[in-house]
């Protein structure tokens, strides 16, 4: 899914919308690097606070986590993880 389309279904909802790094540190079977491990995260967007921008680039952004399994935050905002694309092949 991405951004647009859970905004399209989720108007009324306060999100987050974080940037996850991770770092390409696995050689998989193709040889080819892949991510594994601990990465970086950072907030593009925060309805709550106002922080960023929802730039259209930022909503074509497929979401990598389970937003449905982790639900809303402390702060009633539910948060979208994407992985940017230089990491997807």
Known sequence: MK???WIT???D???RIVRYDPAPDVIDEHGNLT?????TST???DSTTGEGDLAPD???QEI??????TGEDDDNAYTLEYIPDEYWY
């Open 43 to 45: 907030v593009m967007f």
């Open 3 to 5: 951004i647009y389309d």
């Open 58 to 60: 930022l909503m074509l």
């Open 64 to 69: 990598t986590n389970d937003w449905e399994e």
């Open 35 to 39: 991510c594994g491990g601990e990465g």
């Open 9 to 11: 279904a989720h108007p």
């Open 13 to 15: 909802n306060h999100l």
